[in-house]
């Protein structure tokens, strides 16, 4: 009787030692005060590696406690691929908890109106979510652009205007369809009233794209589009720089007489008739509302009062009128 008091007497002894190692094995490695560090998962690692990279990280205090935990609450086929900030002050649960709800970083980046496809490439490589290059080949990859129920031969036009959050790690795919996505719920409201007035998608966009790098100034896009639909209902052309611009290669600043001759640039609208092949750039959500619903008015031109707005014309009198006025003295001919 007494060996058999004895022996229980042990097993309970070593069961509450066992419980207070596991209890300590699954507390916080760290003080409230531990500093967040990023923990990356790589794509198809096992659980023990990343315990085991946890405890290295000296972010667990056990990698074996670890995983035990992780397959006690059926996690241990379910943790995910990415960057994860984590602390010494979390516990292995919590950690646990965050790795399989995928509660990844991720990383902000803005792109404002009238920005180019390769613009936006770097911009996403220069906050590390995708790599410029890769971006630009699914860009211009007809059939990817085709999947996405799109027109044309690249994305160029369809990378929406925004303030972005991604995780690292994203194939570049995934992105591309997050801006799309964007353009589709923006062109969405607008679609019924293109087709009214005869205007498709990619037609909307192109001429959007236009408007985009003509004006910066909001309450001037559905004045700048009514000028370029009026000139289209008349045959002539849009003679718009942007456009001549986008289509010079390695384009130095400087739009020379040469550049407006050009019969080898299609999108040189001082000789192409109508549109251009494609868009110029990506458009937002007002200039793509101004082409829809362009301002009702008789102006044919524009020009710059170099002040970020423009002065409209009627007639090429009125026209030349502005012209010396706002850039002729401005570059100090008689």
Known sequence: MRLL????????????????????????AGGD???????????GEPLGRIACDLEERGLVRSARATRWLARLRGLSGGLQSGEYALSAAMSPGRILERIARGDVITYGVVLPEGLRAREIAARLEGVGVADAEAFMRVVEDADFVASLGLEGQSLEGYLFPETYRFPRGLPPQEVARGLVAE????????????????????EAVILASIVEKETG??????????VFWNRLARGMRLES?????????????????????????????YRVAGLPPGPIASPGAEALHAVVEPADTKFLYFVSRNDGTHTFSRTYREHLGAVDRYQRRRNGAP
């Open 183 to 202: 353009f589709l719920e923006a062109w969405r409201p607008l679609a019924a009233k293109a087709r009214e007035g005869g205007l498709g998608m990619r």
């Open 217 to 226: 100034v909001a309450e001037e896009r559905p004045l700048i589009a009514s």
């Open 33 to 43: 005060g531990a500093a967040e560090v990023v923990f990356r998962v790589e794509p």
């Open 5 to 28: 008091r004895a022996g229980v007497a042990t097993a309970l002894v070593a069961g509450a030692a066992g419980a207070l190692a596991t209890q300590r094995a699954l507390a916080p």
């Open 241 to 269: 720089d942007p456009t001549t611009i986008y289509g010079i290669p390695d384009f130095d600043g400087n739009l020379r007489r040469a550049h407006l001759e050009s019969e080898d640039n299609p999108y040189n609208t």
